[in-house]
T-cell receptor, first 113, second 112 residues
């Protein structure tokens, strides 16, 4: 099984719908991240979390919210999806201790019609 | 605004040639990392260089860091078709460690 698992892997939805992307990890890492990837723009940080009580905004947090339900779970929500949120979303984890690499999930491709 | 900017955006070379990608950033950093992404897949960490290091090697990879110019380069020697992927730099800023910011990436094509 993958260390960082994202669900769903693909989702097509309509404008105005609420969408939740979920991420779970088995690495025991405390830091978790959500990024979105758009062609030509690389990855942009949406939110990151140090633990269940410590959540921080990234570069592009507007229109998104997150929940850290447990050390191993970090969910990203789009309360009212819009077409320009169509993108590939990645969850990543990082262990405590500096510096360390990020471990990525395989991505969740979201299409908002 | 993005912390890192890669150059070139796209690079096409013949198998066996060396590939050099550059990354520039805007603010002081704690470390800089390079990642690789095969088409549509998750990113995989390649190498990390700390702000007090100038050069680092890992197999066919060589990374340099020039903090005075706020830039880094990734050299892949003797490239192979399997090196075809997108490559991204990412930075931990001095003032906000763990807020890892990525650049837009370089798309590398290695032609057999």
């Amino acid at each position: 099984d993958a260390d960082v698992t994202q669900t769903p892997r693909n989702r097509i939805t309509k404008t105005g719908k609420r969408i939740m992307l979920e991420c779970s990890q088995t690495k025991g890492h405390d830091r978790m991240y959500w990024y979105r990837q758009d062609p030509g723009l690389g990855l942009r940080l949406i939110y990151y979390s140090f633990d269940v009580k410590d959540i921080n905004k990234g570069e592009i947090s507007d229109g998104y919210s997150v929940s850290r339900q447990a050390q191993a779970k970090f969910s990203l929500s789009l309360e009212s999806a819009i077409p320009n949120q169509t993108a590939l979303y990645f969850c990543a984890t990082r262990g405590q201790g500096s510096p360390g690499e990020l471990f990525f999930g395989e991505g969740s491709r979201l299409t908002v019609l | 605004s993005q912390q890192g900017e890669e150059d070139p955006q796209a690079l096409s070379i013949q198998e066996g040639e060396n590939a050099t990608m550059n990354c520039s950033y805007k603010t002081s950093i704690n470390n800089l990392q390079w990642y690789r992404q095969n088409s549509g897949r998750g990113l995989v960490h390649l190498i990390l260089i700390r702000s007090n290091e100038r050069e680092k090697h890992s197999g066919r990879l060589r990374v340099t860091l020039d903090t005075s110019k706020k830039s880094s380069s990734l050299l892949i020697t003797a490239s192979r078709a399997a090196d075809t992927a997108s490559y991204f730099c990412a930075t931990d800023r001095e003032t906000s460690y763990d807020k890892v910011i990525f650049g837009p990436g370089t798309s590398l094509s290695v032609i057999p």
